[in-house]
Nanobody, 111 residues
Framework: QVQLVESGGGLVQAGGSLRLSCAASGDMFSFNAMSWYRQAPGKEREFVASISSGGDTYYTDSVKGRFTISRDNAKNTMFLQMNSLKAEDTGVYYC?????WGQGTQVTVSS
């Protein structure tokens, strides 16, 4: 069974940056695709970005050009570099691998 643990969230002013990490364990298949999702207060969880086993990336339009997803397969770790943060980026950020989800890390952007 895969366990996913997010870290790196926090409080940041608009225009600032944060780097999220997601560490995976208990998975022999470390080259599966991984994704980031987020859930803002009062809203449904939404897709943010994904990275394939081969390193191909995909972003939702609202974060394209500001966020960068990456992974270190040797360490079973995925990252989300978030720059030029906006208040609307506020929410709980979750990582996903296969059918497994992490518990989430809170990102709060003050305007």
């Amino acid at each position: 069974q895969v366990q996913l643990v997010e870290s790196g969230g926090g409080l940041v002013q608009a225009g600032g940056s944060l780097r999220l990490s997601c560490a995976a364990s208990g998975d022999m298949f470390s080259f599966n695709a991984m994704s980031w999702y987020r859930q803002a207060p009062g809203k449904e969880r939404e897709f943010v970005a994904s990275i394939s086993s081969g390193g191909d990336t995909y972003y939702t339009d609202s974060v394209k050009g500001r966020f960068t997803i990456s992974r270190d397969n040797a360490k079973n770790t995925m990252f989300l570099q978030m720059n030029s943060l906006k208040a609307e980026d506020t929410g709980v950020y979750y990582c996903k691998k296969l059918q497994y989800w992490g518990q989430g890390t809170q990102v709060t952007v003050s305007s």
